[in-house]
């Protein structure tokens, strides 16, 4: 810390003999002037809320305690983001890349047939086929569920809350169970499951 000591104004303080030259030795073994130091001293103790009376060895095993806690905490979020960002990404990421390696293996191209027609198409991964499967059941799903709604007829009742009586014949019902179990059955026998 350098200082200009010519613009400031000097006051002069008593201290004994001994700690007087105690504290000379000590700032010529810090390389600085007797002011430097002691507004160094000052500063120290100001910043850091550090009595001189105080003993360092309280103060650095609580500052230690936090550190380790601090520590400890840094160490339980990293671990926290491995588990559940960076290992489901990892993972996410092999899968793509073996199914990139599995697409390069299956023929870009299959041969189609319906009846007497041939038709080449462009060959679709397992996902797309499950989802439009899946899409599928859920056409059929939304079809029957809206054939229900639309013959559901609301009754009033004079003593008791409103319901739904469904308007469908026994035959119907039965045409609409034939048709979810046929679709159903299809298509897990086509997965093999």
Known sequence: MNYNENNHQWTSLSFKNEVAT?????????????????????????????????????NLASLEN????????????????????????????????????LEDETPQYIERRQGNEVEFTQATTDFEQQFLEEEKKN???????????????PINTPFGNQYY??????EKMESLINEYNHVYQHIT?????
């Open 66 to 101: 936090t550190l380790h806690k601090r520590i400890n905490a840094l160490i339980a979020i990293i671990k926290n983001i491995e588990k559940t960002q960076t290992k489901p990404t990892y993972a996410m990421i092999q899968l793509l890349f073996q199914e990139n390696d």
């Open 165 to 170: 009586r469904l308007e469908i014949t026994k």
């Open 22 to 58: 105690n504290f000379e030795e000590f700032s010529q073994e810090l390389s600085c002037s007797p002011n430097e130091t002691m507004t160094a001293m000052l500063h120290f103790f100001k910043i850091h809320k550090i009595s001189p009376f105080d003993t360092l060895n309280e």
């Open 189 to 193: 026998s086509e997965n093999g499951g």
């Open 139 to 153: 056409k059929l799903l939304k079809k029957q569920i809206e054939t229900l709604l639309n013959n559901s007829l």
